[in-house]
């Protein structure tokens, strides 16, 4: 996997966020700057991305189907972002390129296109945008190893004893829960003795991380627009043609269809070839240029953006591991992370923590099972919480450090001191009674 990057110390500057100076109510009646932790759920824009989407926007034409000058300008704006893509996770020439929704429209895409009886095998530790589209009798689901080893050894094992015929194998990058780094190279070359491809659902790895499918071997990869700075709708499926090519279009319209005959009982249709066949509909080109602009942008600050995030990380883990009743959750106990931290801690309800943290400090983290709940269920349960549930802080290009010591300072206050405002739970939710925070103007 390309990731020998050495952490520098964090002094060069990293490609700036919009709204970093963001001011929040508190439901004291103050203002403060936001802490965004919650980086992995969804990163802001890059200033960058805003600026290369407001560059478009005069040019803003439909796709593919417009002979006036602007629709030749946004069509090449499409059509010219497979490149930068392709380019980006260093897929080959001959990868088809297909602009999606977001990684869970790029999995379901890919789930739809497998050939019949295609083995499956993944671990219960995919995020459910990854688990959930392979279900039935032709997929194993590898209880989540404890490191890196033993992934590799479990894989052996169930590719061992699937059956004959196509196989696939889907992982993670970077854990949505832990952050911590799969041996996709070392997992990429068992699939490939065993004969089957490998998928890599690239969401929490695409914005930490370069990636080299050629070099790592796998054959599809996934991510999404929103996660690496480009908020504008759009995700992508990279990979071998061949499957998708034979599939039948899972979304049908037009775009994805080359001719349509009327022949009176029935409509006779003939599908484009791919991309296209998989992407019915008016491309969101505005989107898809936002998504490409950031692979460029991320590419050229690979160096600063692991240094920041690294440093960032291991000043939130010291300072957490202080915090009386702390438990860090954690997969693959020997791997490395992203800047992605799961807790729990001791007498403390995680959407208690949460909501105190934004009611009183303006800081932004996620509470819940992350859309993993099977291997957050157990993570918890080994932390010896009767509730289901964690806290998540993610670290991105929007953090810094002043937002991880607010974090750190606020759980201790919490814990030692408790909350200094009255919280109450309704519908499932915490909240904070007589919540005065109002909403911003463009809302009223
Ligand atoms: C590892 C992982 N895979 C897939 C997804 C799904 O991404 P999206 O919601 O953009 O489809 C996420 C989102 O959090 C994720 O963290």
Redesign the pocket.
């Known amino acids: 996997m390309t990731l020998a990057i050495t952490p520098s110390t964090a002094t060069t500057a990293v490609p700036a966020v919009v709204g970093a100076d963001l001011r929040v109510p508190l439901v004291t009646g103050e203002r403060v700057t936001y802490a965004n932790l919650d980086h992995?759920?969804s990163a802001p824009c890059l200033r960058e991305v805003r600026d290369a989407v407001d560059e478009l926007l005069p040019w803003y034409a439909s796709v593919h189907r417009g002979a006036g000058f602007a629709s030749q300008v946004a069509t090449r704006v499409y059509e010219q972002a497979r490149d930068r893509v392709r380019k980006f996770v260093g897929a080959h020439a001959s990868d088809t390129v297909v602009f999606t929704?977001?990684?869970?429209?790029s999995?379901n895409l890919l789930a739809r296109s497998v050939p019949k009886g295609t083995a499956v095998v993944l671990f219960d530790s995919?995020?459910h945008?990854?688990l959930l589209p392979w279900r039935g009798p032709n997929v194993q689901r590898i209880p989540a190893p404890s490191s890196s080893g033993a992934a590799i050894v479990a894989l052996d094992r169930a590719l061992t004893a699937a059956p004959v015929g196509p196989r696939l194998v889907i992982v993670?990058g970077?854990?949505?829960v832990t952050g911590e780094l799969w041996p996709v190279a070392e997992l990429a070359k068992v699939a490939r003795r065993h004969g089957a491809r490998i998928a890599l659902?690239a969401?929490?790895l695409a914005p930490h991380r370069p990636i080299n499918a050629r070099e790592l071997g796998v054959d599809y990869v996934a991510f999404?627009g929103?996660?690496i700075y480009a908020p504008f709708g759009a995700?992508v499926l990279v990979g071998r043609a061949d499957w998708l090519q034979q599939a039948q279009p899972y979304l049908v319209g037009g775009g994805a269809t080359a001719k349509v005959t009327d022949h009176s009982d029935r409509l006779g249709v003939a599908w484009s070839a791919v991309p296209e066949r998989h992407e019915a509909g008016s491309p969101n080109v505005v989107g898809v240029h936002a998504l490409a602009s950031a692979c460029e942008i991320l590419s050229r600050h690979w160096e600063q953006t692991v240094a920041h995030e690294q440093e960032l990380l291991t000043r939130l883990r010291e300072g957490l591991r202080a915090v009386p009743g702390f438990r860090e959750l954690s997969i693959l106990t020997d791997a490395d992370k992203v800047g992605v931290v799961s807790f729990t801690i001791s007498g403390f309800d995680a959407g208690f923590l949460a909501a105190a943290l934004s009611a009183e400090y303006g800081i932004g983290v996620r509470d819940g099972a992350?859309?993993a709940h099977v291997v957050v269920g157990r993570l918890v349960k080994q932390a010896g919480s009767h509730e289901e549930r964690a806290v998540r802080a993610s670290i991105g290009l929007g953090t810094t450090a002043e937002h991880v010591d607010r974090l750190v300072a606020a759980l201790r206050t919490l814990v030692t001191e408790g909350p200094k405002w009255t919280y109450a739970q309704r519908d499932g939710r915490w909240v904070a009674e007589d919540d005065g925070r109002t909403l911003p103007p463009f809302l009223a």
């Not at 929704?101 to 429209?105: F, L, S």
Request: hydrophobic content about 30%; glycine content about 4%.
């Open positions: 992995a759920a929704r977001n990684t869970t429209d999995l995919e995020h945008a990854a993670t970077a854990s949505n659902d969401a929490q999404s929103h996660k995700g992350f859309c």
